[in-house]
């Protein structure tokens, strides 16, 4: 496995960070956010989002999340039923919903990670090297922290999230 320690960066509202796993010069993610307004259901929401480059594959399942994963999960091509590994995925983590009446809320499958996984798998040479992000997310403080990633350095090898 290759590491990167990301330094429990955060990722407030209105931030982005891209980030190259193994050192190749290709960006291999970036998390986003974005601001989406819903003016019939008289909300705002303000999202945070996994995106991966377009080698970059995620499995995703048919409601278009991600699994989050605890350390020691396995992480390969047939770890996940019901979902399928599609690249240059763009997945809703988390997202402050803000309402007129002031009673805002977040929701989101990773709105209360604390140091949980995030499967990916880059594809080179026609095959596929997994890998994971360790993230959490703060509520009080509105942003995503990246603690670490990592990604196989033989092809088509499963992996463990955080080992």
Known sequence: MQYKNLGDRQIA???????????????????HTEYFGKPAERIDCQQFYFIGAFPTYSPVDLNEQTPLLNAG??????????????????????????????????????????????????????????????????????????HRAAIAEQAEKDVFAGK
């Open 13 to 31: 509202f209105g931030n982005s960070y891209s980030c190259d796993v193994d050192d190749d010069g290709v960006k291999d993610f970036s998390i």
């Open 73 to 146: 999960n396995l992480i390969g091509k047939n770890s996940y039923a019901n979902h399928a590994w599609y690249n240059a995925s763009h997945l809703l983590l988390s997202e402050k919903v803000i309402t007129e009446s002031g009673n805002d809320y977040w929701q989101g499958k990773w709105k209360d990670a604390s140091h949980k996984y995030l499967a990916f798998a880059v594809k080179k040479d026609g095959k596929l090297y997994y890998g994971w992000l360790e993230l959490s997310f703060s509520q009080s403080q509105g942003a995503l922290i990246l």
